[in-house]
């Protein structure tokens, strides 16, 4: 069975800075697009960030400058750098995995780890 747990998350004030870190098991990690979604109260589940298996990077636009994705295919491990964090950053962060070919529908989530930006 395949799993993605996330660490990391936290209580950070305003202008903080946190690191998400994702492992995953029984998934040929290095081929996957790995990524980063949130969902604050009341809202739709929203993509942070994605990295594909080259290292290719993709940001939401509300997050580009402050937030890195980054990968470590020896230890099946996603990371996410969170600078200048803001209240609006508050939400449950959810780590995916997804196959890059359309045919094949893998797409696997973890159980989320919760980040609250206040003071």
């Known amino acids: 069975q395949v799993q993605l747990v996330e660490s990391g998350g936290g209580l950070v004030q305003p202008g903080g800075s946190l690191r998400l870190s994702c492992a995953a098991s029984?998934?040929?990690?290095?081929?996957?697009?790995m990524g980063w979604y949130r969902q604050a109260p009341g809202k739709q589940r929203e993509l942070v960030a994605t990295?594909?298996?080259?290292?290719?990077?993709n940001y939401a636009d509300s997050v580009k400058g402050r937030f890195t994705i980054s990968r470590d295919n020896a230890k099946n491990t996603e990371y996410l750098q969170m600078n200048s964090l803001k209240p609006e950053d508050t939400a449950v962060y959810y780590c995916?995995?997804?196959?890059?070919?359309?045919?094949?529908?893998?797409?696997?989530w973890g159980q989320g780890t919760q980040v609250t930006v206040a003071s």
């Open positions: 990295i594909t298996s080259a290292g290719i990077t």
């Open positions: 029984r998934i040929i990690f290095s081929v996957y697009v």
């Open positions: 995916n995995a997804k196959h890059p070919l359309p045919s094949i529908s893998n797409n696997y």
